[in-house]
């Protein structure tokens, strides 16, 4: 979450809704993100990765 949540920060998103649609980029390093954790902490790989 703190990945999206620095992107938001540097774009001035002022947490007044809607939020901004996230680029493809983002999504996709924060994915990333997510399966390394989960792959880290069960030791398995991730079933879609």
């Known amino acids: 979450k703190q990945y999206v949540r620095n992107y938001l920060e540097e774009i001035g998103f002022n947490k007044t809704p809607?939020?901004?649609v996230l680029p493809k980029d983002i999504v996709q390093a924060t994915r990333d993100k997510y399966v390394e954790?989960?792959?880290l902490v069960t030791g398995q790989?991730?079933?879609w990765a």
């Open 37 to 39: 954790a989960y792959e």
């Open 18 to 20: 809607p939020g901004p």
């Open 45 to 47: 790989q991730f079933p």
